[in-house]
């Protein structure tokens, strides 16, 4: 019945990984896969569907739904995010790669690093980590000009011999950022490693200054369009002898939850039929599914995104509008999140070691095979890169 159910679902997709899945279904005497676990459980998916419109139904009847509606979609998407997280680990069978900062990043003589959100959280603690390895530059990007010089202060005390300089960036201001990639490239002399880390989840439903819905603005055209002004020195760096040019984008678990797909039609307008915590995942699938077209697209660079994992950061502090996230932050959060020193391993791993695969999506640490069926959709990366390119087009 599952396999049935499997392979009606696989053909109607169509995508390479559900082909992959539906010829290796039809082989005899299959044993169950870890990658069996992983599609059943997006099978459940339809049980929200279903729930989503029980609930629609009593929506036209009763005046309050749309509470309870949040509150249904918000609950469906926790309970499969508690799953993936706190039991699909044991099922699965992905193993973790033990990283320790300290003894596991190589050498980085000679390389410039640049980090969007470097002034707090998971970006700054990346630059404190590698900062101890000897790049020769290590570029914080931040909008506040007070935490970027206090975290150069920070990094320049652990780590006095490394130049440590502060950018500043607004990802929400296509003017701002095209001023920060100016000042960058007229300041150094390569670019070894991005880290496209900084992000926003909540707010209120409004737009960025350029017309884009404010999380995916940010967190995704914001990050679009400062790679795409730095490429030529990515590409110019890259074929410098030795060189290992890498972007690392911090994408999300979130990226299967919400509406769990890309919404084109809500990408230039405040999206105001989005919940915040929608918004918020569809701009961390917007990350990953980009990863995987700049590895099509710009073979030269290795480009990953990652999940970092539940961490104690501030993100979760602007939750405007959304009661979710403040039960995230109050309920779940002191229960399951670790250290920033901790959850910082995913992204130092991917932008460090060896073996780090290009396209992939990592969650903590350099474990494959998490996403969503629909991330592996290599069609609606193409969709997203064209889309993207074309808003660029004219900036
Ligand atoms: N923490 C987690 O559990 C978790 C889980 C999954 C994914 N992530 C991802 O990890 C990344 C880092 O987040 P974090 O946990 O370290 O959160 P954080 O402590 O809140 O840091 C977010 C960073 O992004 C910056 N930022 C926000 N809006 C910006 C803008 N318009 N322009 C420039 N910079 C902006 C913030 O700078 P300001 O000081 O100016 O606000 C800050 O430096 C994010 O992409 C997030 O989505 C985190």
Partial sequence: MRSKLHNRRAAKRG???????????????????????????QLLSPLVIAMRVCLYSVNLTFILSPLLSNLIDNLSSFAIQFFFQYFAPFTMGNKSISFDPAKDIPSLKGKVILITGGNLGLGKQSALDLSKHTPSELWIAARGEESGKAAVEEIRKVSPGVSVKFLRLDLASFKSIKEAARTFLSSVSRLDTLYLNAGMMGGPHVTTEDGYEKQFGTNHMGHALLFKLLKPFLLQTALIPGADVRVIILSSAGHRFGKGKLLFDSFKSTAKELSPVDKYCQSKLANLLYARALAKHVPEITSVSIYPGDIKTGLFTSNGGSWFITVIRNVLLPLTAVSVEDGVKNQLWAG???????????????????????????????KLWEWTEKELDCV
């Fill in 15 to 41: 995508t390479n990984q559900d082909k992959d899945i539906l010829k290796q279904s039809n082989g005899k005497g299959r044993s169950i896969q870890p990658t069996d676990l992983r599609v059943l459980l």
């Fill in 352 to 382: 460090t070691a060896k073996g780090v695969k290009s396209g992939e999506y990592y969650e903590p640490v350099g474990v494959t095979g998490k996403q969503s069926v629909y991330a592996y959709d290599d069609d609606v990366a193409e």
